[in-house]
């Protein structure tokens, strides 16, 4: 059963096409993690599902619902979390949560349970009365979520939603996320920490609005051919200018942080035994950069 289905989705603004015929299904309870560079087409494929924005081709179904035909019915179904905080920063946290509930309509025993379920989610007990304006911006986003999800939506799209936030507020907003989808919330995210995507059940990774891959974490590690070695080195650049000249055989070779990784054919790993390389399993960021330059090479061919 799939909460999202979508087919070809595809929207221009003028001459610039921002999400170029994206099809991709999102299994209902699961976490789909959305990455790609800032610029990707990530927020405004969200847009469209949320029915903020009209596709300018393509389909996609919501719950079953068609983003084209039935977007009002549909935004009473969805949780959304824009990047920047959208409450009120002169509000308290116990009347942010109160204006939201009276805007999904709850009734007031409906309400007032959900906002104390909210509060609790978030951690925010204790800290009901204070002005939003005054939390930081993890605490902001908690209760951008809490408010988000006060009317228990079934699937709930959040775009960006750790943006400027510190690693541990990271990881606690994770946690609840993780409530979340145990409880069987189907939830989108869009990111572009890809330490995040090792929480997802499935990743699609986009770029320059087309959708390169989508998969599970696993699968999409071990979808690259080869073995991947990391080589410390202060001069990341000066190593593969040296590597390049000898023209020792690889697959691809880059930078990565304060080493040198290098994908060979196994019959070569021999040949680098003198740069003491450690032999290492791809990370979601290896097989991003590894996409990304096997798109281009695609693009260019």
């Known amino acids: 059963m799939y909460a999202v289905e979508i087919t070809n989705l595809t929207r221009r603004f ?9 099809s991709l299904k999102i299994k209902t309870g699961s976490i789909y993690g959305f990455l790609g560079p800032n610029g990707s087409g990530k927020s405004t494929t969200i847009r469209m599902l949320c029915g903020l924005l009209a596709p300018t081709s393509g389909d996609a179904t919501i719950l079953g619902l068609d983003i084209a035909k039935d977007s009002e019915a549909i935004k009473h179904k969805i949780g959304y979390m824009s990047q920047k905080f959208s409450l009120y920063d002169d509000l308290t946290v116990i ?8 805007l999904y309509s709850l009734s007031q025993p409906e309400g007032k349970r959900r906002i104390a379920q909210m509060l609790a989610l978030a951690g925010l ?14 605490w902001k986003q908690r209760l951008a979520l809490g408010c988000s999800i006060l009317h228990n939506p079934p699937i709930l799209f959040l775009d960006e939603p750790t943006g400027g936030v510190d690693p541990k507020s990271r990881r606690m907003f994770w946690d609840i996320i993780y409530t979340l989808s145990q409880a069987g919330t189907t939830i989108m995210v ?11 059940d499935e990743i699609g990774f986009i770029y320059n609005g087309g959708l390169i891959a989508s998969g599970p974490p696993s699968a999409l590690k071990s979808s690259i051919n080869g073995l991947l070695l990391e080589i410390p080195t202060p001069e990341p ?5 040296a590597i390049t000249s000898r023209q020792l055989p690889y697959l691809d070779i880059y930078p990565f942080g304060a080493n040198l990784h290098v994908l060979i054919a196994e019959e070569h790993a021999s040949r680098y035994t003198p740069f003491a390389a450690n032999l290492i399993s791809p990370s979601l960021e290896d097989v991003f950069v590894h996409l990304v330059k096997s798109h281009r090479k695609e693009v260019l061919a």
């Open 190 to 200: 869009t990111t572009h920490f890809m330490d995040e995507a090792e929480h997802c």
């Open 14 to 22: 003028g001459e610039f096409t921002a999400v170029n015929a994206i």
């Open 95 to 102: 009347e942010n949560l109160k204006f939201y509930a009276g």
């Open 237 to 241: 650049m000066e190593l593969l200018a």
């Open 125 to 138: 007990e204790n800290r009901q009365n204070e002005l939003a304006a005054n939390l930081s911006g993890g």
